[in-house]
Antibody, heavy 122, light 107 residues
């Protein structure tokens, strides 16, 4: 059974840092692109960042570029998101999601974790 | 930046058909994906590549595409289908975009 389990969420002050982790199991982690997607309270889904299967390619939403860093450790089947210079608008539930290539290099997110809540407060 | 536009809400009676649209300029060239999200839960993929249904998703969920608009159709709506629905695609770059989301209410 595919499982993605996030951890590391919590309360942090404006300008502070936090590192999220996502532990993967039930599939060959090293062969899949994985992503972070967030959802602010009462709002819609927002894609945050993606990392290729090898870790060589990383992409970010403009809203987090330069502040967040995505990484992975395929030996530990783990995905990470280092979040620096946090702002109030970063308050959200952060989901890790596996990207499935359905052909033609087009991908959807076929498995999601349950999410980790990050609250940024002054 | 690229946007995918959905109606904020759709209301439907049990047993009727619900249709949710998603509009974006790149949709003629890029596939769309649809997710269902119930309160307090993670999203679930219900349609991929515009019209394909993942295993385990009921047959009443279907998808279609026409020009710059894709449509998620829920046939014979049941109370359990009440949820938020999001489309997702890309503008052809290496980034992803989600639609604005549609709340489906079963009357």
């Amino acid at each position: 059974e595919v499982q993605l389990v996030e951890s590391g969420g919590g309360l942090v002050q404006t300008g502070g840092s936090l590192r999220l982790s996502c532990a993967a199991s039930g599939f060959t982690f090293s062969t899949y692109e994985v992503n972070w997607v967030r959802q602010a309270p009462g709002k819609g889904l927002e894609w945050v960042s993606s990392i290729s299967s090898s870790g060589s390619h990383k992409y970010y939403a403009d809203s987090v570029k330069g502040r967040f860093t995505i990484s992975r450790d395929n030996a530990k089947n783990s995905l990470y998101l280092q979040m620096n210079s946090l702002r109030g608008e970063d308050t959200a539930v952060y989901y890790c999601a596996r990207a499935q290539d359905y052909g033609g290099n087009q991908r959807g997110f076929d498995y999601w974790g349950q999410g980790a809540l990050v609250t940024v407060s002054s | 930046s690229y946007e995918l536009t959905q109606p904020p809400s759709v209301s439907v009676s049990p047993g009727q058909t619900a249709r949710i649209t998603c509009s974006g300029d790149a949709l003629p060239k890029q596939y769309a994906y649809w997710y269902q999200q119930k309160p307090g839960q993670a999203p679930v993929l219900v349609i991929y590549n515009d019209s394909e249904r993942p295993s385990g998703i009921p047959e009443r969920f279907s998808g279609s595409s026409s020009g710059t608009t894709v449509t998620l159709t829920i046939g014979t709506v049941q109370a359990e289908d009440e949820a938020d629905y999001y489309c997702q695609s890309t503008d052809g770059s290496d980034t992803y975009v989600f639609g604005t989301g549609t709340k489906v209410t079963v009357l």
